[in-house]
């Protein structure tokens, strides 16, 4: 028998978004249920294994008030990092790496409202320490304990708040009156059906970033077979039930997130304590060199910051012969801590580069040799800076180096295989600047909202990091408040 569970905002998924979604809601007075696919002991989604969100800051005014207790050492240490980073710097970071694509009116409300959603985020709990990562730009502060830690908070506050969370249950369609209004969601947990009736939904159940179908069909051949770097529940449900209502689809759905993993990671990972979502991520190639199978180089590694080159390089990386890339440092990289996270890297070592490239079993020696040589000789004169762009480059070579050119000279040598890995994919639906979902007539769908990977229209091609967390944070605080707002005062 089929079970009917009412109440005011349903929210549907379990990571940020969402939770920032129903926590928004249950503050203004809704009824709120959250509905999530995974078990008690694997959610957080994708959130729960991230890092930082990005969001605008005047230095330490506005960076100390998010902090932990981190103690006069590290609050120094910082304060001597962080310079200004505004909201038009931010906004033009996004323009810079989407090739000017993004909506600009999401990106005007990401920007405007991130460091209002971090201190509302803080009064929940939600604490900063400084971040030591370079060259990323911008996140110079990242969660306490990692995005598990901030999502046991969210989940705390959440309990706090009376807002419940139904676990092993799956949204499968959304419900819907004559009029065409949502009215709720059927789900499934276990062998069970369950009609879930509400005044709103909030869809911020993911993308489609977990089905291989879904990524063949519109990221294209050879995509249903990378690794996944998240978890494997977001197979793009929210979105099918969405799009099969006549929602509108927006943004970029032939692109996605992927960057540079270690060529034994798992096939995907879940949340848990001590599990780290950077643990396999392989992002010091801004300091040393990059070439495929045949010995070739083919990105510009220090372009720019790390965290404005990481999210495309997966997929240049998944388009060289095999899906593969080594990337390779010297002792010098080495000496300076520039090789970070490495620790249990999949790796090879040698006192001679002939020797490293047998090893990694390229397949053409010669022409590796030849590549290295030629970057060598193209570096030009200037003082290398980690922290900054400062435009040590390799120039007259194709690819050229834009920053943090140094010579692979010294031995011994080291090489890193990475493979893509599949972060989130960008194609998503259209919403208004309160959160609404549009209808393919560019009406509202009455009662639905989304927030989170499910919103389209701000990435594409690439994407700056941390942008996804504060997104998630924004959109889903708006999508709560107003779907709230709208509930009580119908009445
Ligand atoms: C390893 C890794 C590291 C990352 N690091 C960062 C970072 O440092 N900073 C940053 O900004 N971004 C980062 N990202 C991207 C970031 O994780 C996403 O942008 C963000 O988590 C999206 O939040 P969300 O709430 O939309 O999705 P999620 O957090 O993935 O939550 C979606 C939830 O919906 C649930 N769900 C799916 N389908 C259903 C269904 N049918 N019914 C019910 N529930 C369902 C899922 O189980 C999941 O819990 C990282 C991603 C990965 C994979």
Same mark, same amino acid.
């Given at each position: 028998m089929e079970t009917v569970v009412d109440t005011e905002v349903l929210v549907v998924g379990a990571g940020n978004a969402a939770m920032a979604a129903a926590v928004a809601a249950r503050k203004q007075g809704a009824e709120v249920v959250v509905l999530e696919k995974a078990s008690k002991s694997e959610r957080g989604g994708n959130s729960a294994l991230t890092v930082h969100m990005r969001f605008p800051y005047r230095g330490m005014e506005d960076l100390t008030p998010l902090l932990s207790d981190v103690g006069e050492d590290e609050t120094r240490s910082l304060a001597a990092r962080v310079s200004d980073y505004t909201e038009s710097d931010y906004y033009d970071d996004i323009m810079a790496v989407t090739d000017g694509r993004s909506d600009p009116t999401l990106a005007n409300i990401l920007v405007s409202e991130a460091y209002r959603t971090v201190l509302w985020m803080r009064s929940y709990g939600h604490a900063w320490i400084p971040s030591h990562e370079s060259p990323t730009s911008a996140n110079v502060v990242s969660f306490d304990g990692g995005g598990f830690a901030m999502q046991e908070r969210w989940f705390r506050a959440a309990e706090g708040l009376g807002?419940? %969370?139904? &676990?092993?249950? $799956? =949204?499968?369609? !959304?419900?819907?009156?004559?009029?065409?209004?949502?009215?709720?969601?059927? #789900? *499934?947990?276990?062998?069970?059906? %369950?009609? &879930?009736?509400? $005044? =709103?939904?909030? !869809?911020?159940?993911?993308?489609?970033?977990?089905?291989?179908?879904?990524? #063949? *069909?519109?990221?294209?051949?050879?995509?249903?077979?990378?690794?996944?770097?998240?978890?494997?529940?977001?197979?793009?449900?929210?979105?099918?039930?969405?799009?099969?209502?006549?929602?509108?689809?927006?943004?970029?759905?032939?692109?996605?997130?992927?960057?540079?993993?270690?060529?034994?990671?798992?096939?995907?990972?879940?949340?848990?304590?001590?599990?780290?979502?950077?643990?396999?991520?392989?992002?010091?190639?801004?300091?040393?060199?990059?070439?495929?199978?045949?010995?070739h180089r083919f990105v510009d590694e220090g372009e720019t910051w790390r965290g404005l080159t990481y999210a495309k390089t997966g997929r240049a990386i998944l388009s060289q012969p095999g899906g593969l890339a080594f990337q390779v440092f010297d002792s010098e990289q080495r000496r300076r801590g520039l090789i970070r996270g490495y620790e249990d890297a999949t790796g090879y070592k040698s006192n001679s580069l002939e020797a490293l490239a047998r090893d990694l079993e390229l397949r053409d020696v010669g022409a590796f040799l030849g590549t290295v040589r030629e970057f060598n000789d193209a570096i030009q004169e200037g003082e290398f800076h980690p922290f900054r762009l400062d435009g040590k480059s390799a120039s007259g070579i194709t690819p050229p180096k834009s920053n943090w050119a140094l010579p692979i000279t010294s031995p011994p040598?080291?090489?890193?295989?990475?493979?893509?890995?599949?972060?989130?994919?960008?194609?998503?639906?259209?919403?208004?600047?309160?959160?609404?979902?549009?209808?393919?007539?560019?009406?509202?769908?009455?009662?639905?909202?989304?927030?989170?990977?499910?919103?389209?229209?701000l990435w594409h091609d690439n994407y700056p990091s941390g942008g996804g967390m504060m997104a998630g944070a924004?959109?889903?605080?708006?999508?709560?408040?107003?779907?709230?707002?709208?509930?009580?005062?119908?009445?």
């Open positions: 807002i419940t %969370v139904h &676990y092993e249950t $799956r =949204a499968i369609e !959304l419900l819907r009156d004559r009029a065409g209004g949502v009215t709720g969601v059927q #789900a *499934r947990t276990g062998d069970r059906d %369950v009609r &879930y009736k509400s $005044r =709103a939904v909030i !869809l911020a159940c993911g993308s489609f970033e977990s089905s291989p179908e879904m990524r #063949a *069909r519109y990221l294209g051949a050879g995509w249903d077979k990378v690794k996944l770097r998240g978890v494997p529940f977001n197979t793009g449900d929210g979105l099918n039930m969405a799009l099969e209502l006549g929602a509108q689809s927006y943004g970029s759905w032939s692109t996605c997130h992927a960057s540079p993993q270690d060529s034994n990671r798992p096939e995907f990972d879940v949340p848990g304590p001590g599990v780290s979502g950077v643990y396999w991520s392989r992002y010091s190639y801004p300091f040393g060199i990059m070439v495929n199978v045949d010995g040598f080291e090489a890193y295989p990475t493979i893509c890995g599949m972060t989130f994919t960008y194609g998503g639906l259209k919403i208004t600047p309160s959160g609404e979902v549009l209808h393919e007539s560019d009406q509202i769908i009455p009662g639905l909202y989304a927030a989170g990977e499910m919103v389209g229209g924004v959109f889903g605080r708006i999508a709560g408040t107003e779907a709230a707002q709208r509930v009580l005062s119908d009445g």
